[in-house]
């Protein structure tokens, strides 16, 4: 199935492939009057929109699944779950219409209250309209949050209770024993945090509708900014002529690329992980078997 999709998309796209080649992944003008395409700002709005929603999400996401696993009382733990989970069923056109109403007017005053000094600095300058990459990242970062901390709290309960005892028997404090829980299961978390990763990096409406949509490359969280994904929603259906077509499914194909290298590398950061655990047992079986 992924080498029929690699395959479709390629055929797709062969006529921008064969205009403009490696260019389209270098070029930073998208017009599709001028039918001139280059999917650079485009890919750098989809990076640092995901990578954004991961530095806000992470923390929060696992402090609810440590909360929720190692520190809730029973009768809580229930209804917690349910509610965390419950942000993963919301359609993301309810996010979107929600971002639209309500996060786009509180990041606007936020940006209008900007101390002076502060908007010298790149990463606070353009214009104050809310609509951005800021509103686009705290978007993300909510519909990543259930994802990341299910996977997290389901990894921390599979944590053997006797290790959790061990320290305690040693006179670990409560926290220490949940450091050592979060070493042990350090692989899944880190599996856990590259699945929201992946699930920010496809993510459409929600994203088109309070990002802006401008498809420049700068760092400023307040100017509007474009990624793969909405640009896909925004002109599939509306496409000119057909190099406009094909390059929009170049940015499909890009952006599937780019999904399958970022789940690469995640497997062989998790893999090298937990291969010094792996050659522990090893030694410790073969240690028992002597």
Sequence with gaps: MVGAIAFELGRQSSLTLEKFGWQFWQTDIWDPVAAEFGARPLIWGTLYSSVLALLISTPIALGIAIFISELAPQWLRKPLVFLTELLAAIPSIVYGLWGVFVLVPLVRQFE????????????????PVGVGMLSAAIILSIMVIPFTSSVAREVLKVVPQAQREGAYALGATRWEAIRMALFYARTGIVGAIMLGFGRALGETMAVTMVIGNNPQITTSLYAPQYTMAAVIANEFAEAADNVHLSALVEIGLVLF??????????????????????????????????
Excluded: D, Q
């Excluded at 209250?113 to 353009?126: D, I, Y």
């Design 257 to 290: 690329v780019m999904t399958l290298i970022i789940n690469t590398l995640s497997r062989l950061l998790i893999w090298s992980m937990a291969r010094p655990g792996r050659a522990r047992s090893l030694r410790l079986m073969l240690k028992k078997a002597a």
């Design 112 to 127: 209008l209250n900007t101390p002076e000094w502060l908007k010298g600095v790149p990463l606070f300058t353009g214009p």
